[in-house]
C-alpha cells in the first residue's frame, strides 16, 4: 500500500500525512513515512520536533533503463537513514539543499522515487509520502509508484485550482487512483464548494476536515496533534478517512 499526499502550500498535507502514518502503524501495519519536501517538517508533526537524522543520500541510487533503482537493499536504507517516530512509525527525509547555488533536487527525487518503489516489495508495509506543494513531484516521476494520490483541497479558489493541476498530471502517470480530502472546512457553504469542484470535474471526493484550532495550537507547542488534542475534530475525521483508505486496499470477499 503506497500513498502520496499532495495539495497546495498550506493545505495540511503535513499534519495528515502525519495523523494518518500513525493511526495506519495502530492497527498493527508497518509504515514507513517519506518527507519528500525539501522544506521538511514532517519530523514535528508526527511527534518528533528534535529529531537529528540524515537525508536520504543521492549515491544510493543507480539509473536504470526502468528508472532510479537502489544500491543498497531497501531494509539497509531504512536502517541506516530512518527515525523512530511514535506509533512506530519510520520516517526518511528527501535530500535537500544545504547551499546556496547548488542546483536542482533532480537526484534527490531520484532516490524517492527508488526506495518507495522497493519499500512496495515489502511484507505488511504501508509507505507514505509528503510531497511539496509544487507540481514538480509529478513532472518529476517521484510519486509514480504510489498506489493512491490524496489530493488535500482547502475550499478557495488557488488551492482547488492546484488540486486540478496536480490530478491532471497524476491522471497521465502510472498512478492507481486520486482522491481528494477536502480540508479546512469551516461552514457547510465550503464543503459545498469541495463537491461541486469534484462533481464538475469527475475527482472522488472521500472526505473532509473541519477547521480546527487545536491544530494551530499543537503547531504552537511543537506537538503532533494527535498527541495534543487526540479527540478534536480533526483527528476524529481523519479516523473516518483512514478506514476508507484501509478500505481500498482490503481483500475482496471470494478473492483469494
Given at each position: 500500500m503506497k500513498l502520496a499526499i499532495a495539495g497546495k502550500g498550506g493545505a495540511g498535507k503535513t499534519t495528515f500525512t502525519a495523523i494518518t502514518s500513525r493511526l495506519i502503524a495502530r492497527v498493527g501495519i508497518n509504515v514507513v513515512a517519506i518527507d519528500a519536501?525539501?522544506?521538511?517538517?514532517?519530523?514535528?508533526?508526527?511527534?518528533?520536533?528534535?529529531?537529528?537524522?540524515s537525508s536520504l543520500p543521492i549515491s544510493l541510487v543507480s539509473r536504470k533503463l526502468d528508472g532510479p533503482r537502489l544500491n543498497e537493499s531497501v531494509r539497509h536504507v531504512l536502517d541506516q537513514h530512518a527515525v523512530l517516530a511514535p506509533d512506530g512509525v519510520l520516517l526518511l527525509r528527501m535530500g535537500r539543499p544545504e547551499h546556496a547555488d547548488e542546483g536542482c533536487l533532480c537526484s534527490a527525487h531520484a532516490t524517492v522515487s527508488?526506495?518507495?518503489?522497493?519499500?512496495?516489495?515489502?511484507?505488511?508495509m504501508c509507505t507514505i509520502l509528503d510531497l511539496e506543494a509544487s507540481p514538480e513531484h509529478l513532472s518529476r516521476g517521484t510519486a509514480r509508484h504510489a498506489d493512491?494520490?490524496?489530493?488535500?483541497?482547502?475550499?478557495?479558489?488557488?488551492?482547488?485550482?492546484?488540486?486540478?493541476?496536480?490530478?491532471?498530471?497524476?491522471?497521465?502517470?502510472?498512478?492507481?487512483?486520486?482522491?481528494v480530502v477536502a480540508n479546512k472546512i469551516r461552514q457547510e457553504g465550503d464543503l459545498l464548494a469541495v463537491k461541486e469542484f469534484c462533481e464538475r470535474n469527475g475527482f472522488e471526493l472521500i472526505g473532509h476536515i473541519p477547521w480546527d484550532t487545536n491544530a494551530?495550537?499543537?503547531d504552537a507547542q511543537r506537538q503532533s496533534l494527535l498527541d495534543f488534542a487526540p479527540d478534536s475534530p480533526a483527528v476524529t475525521a481523519v479516523e473516518l478517512i483512514v478506514k476508507?483508505?484501509?478500505?481500498?486496499?482490503?481483500?475482496?470477499k471470494g478473492s483469494h
Open positions: 519536501d525539501s522544506n521538511p517538517n514532517l519530523d514535528a508533526a508526527l511527534g518528533i520536533p528534535d529529531a537529528q537524522y527508488a526506495v518507495v518503489a522497493d519499500l512496495a516489495d515489502q511484507p505488511n493512491v494520490l490524496v489530493l488535500i483541497a482547502e475550499p478557495y479558489f488557488r488551492s482547488l485550482e492546484a488540486v486540478r493541476l496536480q490530478a491532471r498530471l497524476a491522471a497521465e502517470s502510472s498512478i492507481g487512483r486520486i482522491v494551530l495550537d499543537a476508507d483508505l484501509l478500505a481500498i486496499f482490503a481483500p475482496k
